[in-house]
């Protein structure tokens, strides 16, 4: 909105126009045109069924956390062409909760256990157990090939590149960030795929994705870091989506004691899971 009136030349300094790149001097008098901006408690109406997903989405909720299992496919919030996510519906279906934010992210892809905050207090005190080792998250994820039972886990620093389309992409980078991710093998697929638990102990973007084709063992779906013919060949069971599925979460109570959550894989991905066992 910026940019636009700056171009249609509405800003105007000393009532005259100006160009975009002229730099204010002292004593300028500068004209803006009047804006109306959106308020907070005036959002966008989001589409009742989008609503409604979400809501049958809630695994957990008490006074100060909400807890879902976010659909693949579903941004965590707007941005980046998307006018509205997780976080943006959750305002509108609990208009009370003034305060709501992430605890973290999911990539847009990736389904399964996602914090909302609904107080700042609450809010700290997660951000504070995720900078330690407070919080427990376990991933689902089916990988290309035969996973050895011997390979543990992935150590490999990571480094976030932007390409030219001004895509994110990250890549294994000795001058990255040092990142490590815990694997277990939970069932095979003879030689073509095997779903194993992922653990991150850092929590660096794109870390599950970016350490399992490090380790040569692709996610299904995964269209920036997997294997098109492997992905493909899923695709032919029917598993339209990344196969990467936040299932467990604990994490330390405020006053005490632990929460606990296991949260179920969507049915495409649990009857693309029984073709394959066939």
């Known amino acids: 909105m910026i940019y636009r009136i700056l171009r249609k030349g509405e800003v105007r300094v000393n009532k005259g126009r100006i160009k975009p790149e002229y730099k204010l001097q002292a004593g300028d008098l500068v004209r803006v045109p009047p804006l ?12 009742q069924g989008l609503l409604e997903r979400l809501e049958a989405a809630i695994v957990h909720e008490d006074k100060s956390l909400i807890v ?9 919030h707007g941005g980046s062409g998307l006018s509205h996510g997780v976080i943006e519906a959750l305002r509108q279906l609990r208009p009370e909760a003034r305060d ?21 207090s609450m809010l700290r005190h997660l951000h504070e157990a995720l900078r330690g080792d407070g919080v427990d998250k376990r991933y689902l994820a089916l990988v290309r090939g035969a996973w050895p039972s011997a390979r543990k886990q992935v150590s490999a620093p990571l480094q976030k590149n932007t390409l030219r389309s001004g895509e994110r992409m990250v890549e294994v980078d000795e001058e990255g960030r040092e990142a490590l991710t815990l694997f277990r093998v939970l069932r095979r697929f003879g030689d073509f795929a095997t779903l194993v638990e992922a653990k991150p102990v850092t929590g660096r973007t794109h ?15 995964d269209a920036k870091y997997g294997d098109e ?10 598993g ?7 299932y467990s979460l604990a994490v330390p ?18 009857q693309a899971l029984e073709r394959l066992s066939v």
Do not use: C
């Open 36 to 47: 109306r901006l959106a308020e907070r408690d005036e959002p966008v109406p989001l589409a």
């Open 68 to 76: 879902l299992n976010k659909p693949a496919g579903i941004a965590v």
């Open 100 to 120: 709501l934010e992430l605890v973290h992210r999911l990539d847009r892809d990736t389904s399964g256990l996602l914090m909302i905050a609904k107080k700042r």
């Open 207 to 221: 870390q599950i994705r970016v350490h399992a084709r490090h380790a040569g063992h692709p996610i299904a779906g």
């Open 229 to 238: 013919t492997f992905t493909r060949e899923i695709r032919a069971l029917g």
């Open 240 to 246: 339209k989506r990344l196969f990467l599925h936040a």
């Open 253 to 270: 109570l405020p006053e005490g004691g632990e929460l606990r959550l296991e949260a179920p894989v969507d049915e495409m991905w649990a």
